[in-house]
């Protein structure tokens, strides 16, 4: 119940889908919350709020430095400091999957300037804060995808192979301050958006069960625990490495 006592986290792309579940568990563990999105997390604030938590919904736009300037600063004015930050922002549930003869450069682009400059963004924009405590977690959310070369989704799939990267280098800059960057690595789960994605639900959920060990839909609640231990003390000798969580379907 207070794993996350009195720290502060941000959570970006947490105003609904996976990043609300983790939003929700963090403050269940007794986080105060920052919801970074671009659509409105005033529902799941008040959520967190009713049910006893601290929250904090700041629309933000995570590839615009101005905007992230803007959310670290309120965050630090509301709760006084930024102890951990979920990279969870993207564009992926809302993707028609296609051949990459058809993904056009504008798409590309924003795909990368939210998916890998939004992460960086953010990361710099915090980083500082932490170094005034030498305290900090950092997850990256990234994706079972550039394991397997998923294919159909080539911009998504190559963002989160850079988180991959991105998390090792961060890591090696951030250890001195007492700064651990770790990467989540989720593999397909029905979360809102991929419900609401017919495409995507029908013609991937079959052939990722099958390539599972154990044959299941993964479901957001399973990357609870793994998130808790990434953004917690649990994992205070770990940086750089990344946690694939998917049933056995990629195992590196
Ligand atoms: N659902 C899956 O199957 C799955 C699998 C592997 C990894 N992931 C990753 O997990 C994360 C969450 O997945 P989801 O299914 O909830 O995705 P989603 O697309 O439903 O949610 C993404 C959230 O990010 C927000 N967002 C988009 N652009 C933004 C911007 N510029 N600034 C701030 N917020 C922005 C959206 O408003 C939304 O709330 C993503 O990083 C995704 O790539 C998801």
């Given at each position: 119940m207070n794993r996350m006592k009195d720290k502060v986290v941000i959570v970006t792309g947490?105003?609904?889908g996976i990043g609300a579940a983790y939003a929700r568990a963090l403050a269940s563990e007794g986080a105060r919350i920052v919801l970074a999105d671009i659509l409105d997390g005033t529902a799941v604030a008040r959520e967190i709020e009713t049910a006893g938590g601290q929250a904090l919904a700041i629309k933000t736009n995570v590839s615009d430095e101005a905007s992230v300037a803007a959310m670290a600063a309120a965050t630090v004015e509301r709760?006084?400091?930024?102890?951990v930050l979920i990279n969870?922002?993207?564009?992926?549930?809302s993707l028609e999957l296609k051949?990459?003869?058809?993904?056009?450069l504008a798409e590309w682009d924003r795909v990368m300037s939210v998916n890998v400059r939004g992460p960086f963004v953010c990361a710099r924009a915090v980083v500082p804060y932490m170094k005034r405590n030498g305290y900090g977690r950092i997850v990256n959310i990234s994706s079972g995808t550039p394991f397997k070369g998923t294919p159909n989704m080539l911009h998504y799939v190559t963002s989160k192979g850079a988180i991959l990267a991105l998390t090792r280098a961060l890591a090696r800059e951030t250890g001195d301050y007492g700064i651990c960057v770790n990467t989540l690595a989720p593999g397909l789960v029905l979360s809102e958006g991929v419900i609401e994605n017919e495409e995507m639900r029908d013609r991937l959920t079959g052939p990722v069960i099958a390539s599972r060990a154990i044959k299941r839909d993964q479901m957001p609640e399973d990357l609870i625990a793994p998130l808790l231990f990434l953004a917690s003390?649990?994992?205070?000798?770990?940086?750089g490495e990344t946690l694939v969580i998917d049933g056995g379907s990629v195992m590196h």
């Open positions: 947490a105003a609904q709760f006084g400091r930024i102890d969870n922002a993207a564009i992926y549930a051949p990459f003869e058809q993904i056009d003390d649990d994992s205070a000798f770990m940086t």
